[in-house]
């Protein structure tokens, strides 16, 4: 299910225009995007939990070149479902 998707089946089951759910929608993302970059995590109960992962650096390849590197390390989101959405999978 694509954003624009979702937006248009809460516009239809809720009966709302489609611009006051695309703001909602967007709020709610930016919401969680701030919660996440603040305590580094958001729980849903009932979905599951977004939380920052870092990843460490590792060996790689340039795949152009075949050329060995180091991929540097990063941070990341990552998401763990909670068990009702696990049960439903």
């Known amino acids: 299910m694509t954003k624009a ?3 248009e ?3 239809r089951s ?3 225009p489609k611009r006051q759910v695309t703001a909602t929608v967007e709020l ?3 919401q969680i995007a ?11 109960p009932g979905f599951g939990t977004f939380t920052v992962r870092r990843r460490r650096a590792r060996p790689g390849f ?8 180091t991929i540097p390390a ?4 990552g998401f763990r479902p909670a068990p009702p959405l696990r049960k439903g999978l």
């Open 5 to 7: 998707e979702l937006i």
């Open 9 to 11: 089946a809460i516009a």
């Open 14 to 16: 809720t009966r709302q």
């Open 28 to 30: 709610a993302f930016e």
């Open 34 to 44: 701030r919660s996440i970059r603040k305590d580094k995590r958001f729980w849903m």
């Open 62 to 69: 340039n795949p152009r070149t075949n050329a060995p590197m």
């Open 74 to 77: 990063a941070r990341t989101v």
